[in-house]
C-alpha cells in the first residue's frame, strides 16, 4: 500500500471542488452508487475517502464496516445542503473512546 490515495464522494455539486486540490473526486447520483463506488474505493488502495454526510445518513451499515478498519477512514463532511452534525457526532464518539471522557 505505498501509493495511498484521497477520494472524495458524494453528490456533484459537493465534491467536484475538490478536484482543484488534487484529491480523486467521485460524484454519485445516489445513495446506491455510492456503496457500490465505497466499496471499491477501499479495494482500491484508498486510505482516506471523504463522504458527505447527506449519503453517510443513507448508508449506516456500510460506513459502519470501515469504522474500525485500518483503511479507508471514512471523514464525513458536509454536503451543499450543509452539515447534518453526523460528522461531529463522530469525532466526538471517538474521542470518548480514546480519552475516556467527552472533551469536546
Do not use: C
Not at 456503496?35 to 474505493?41: A, G, I, Y
Not at 458527505?52 to 459502519?64: H, K, R
Not at 445542503?81 to 470518548?96: H, R
Request: proline share 3%; aromatic share 6%; no cysteine.
Amino acid at each position: 500500500m505505498s501509493n495511498w490515495k484521497i477520494a472524495v464522494l458524494g453528490d456533484r455539486e459537493s465534491v467536484l471542488g475538490f478536484k482543484a486540490l488534487g484529491l480523486s473526486v467521485f460524484p454519485a447520483e445516489t445513495a446506491e452508487e455510492a456503496k457500490t463506488v465505497l466499496h471499491r474505493l477501499a479495494k482500491e488502495d484508498y486510505a482516506v475517502v471523504y463522504l458527505t454526510e447527506q449519503y453517510a445518513a443513507q448508508m449506516e451499515a456500510e460506513v459502519a464496516r470501515y469504522k474500525d478498519e485500518l483503511t479507508p477512514a471514512v471523514i464525513l463532511i458536509p454536503g451543499k445542503a450543509g452539515s447534518l452534525g453526523i460528522g461531529m457526532a463522530n469525532v466526538t464518539k471517538s474521542v470518548e473512546r480514546a480519552v475516556g471522557a467527552d472533551i469536546l
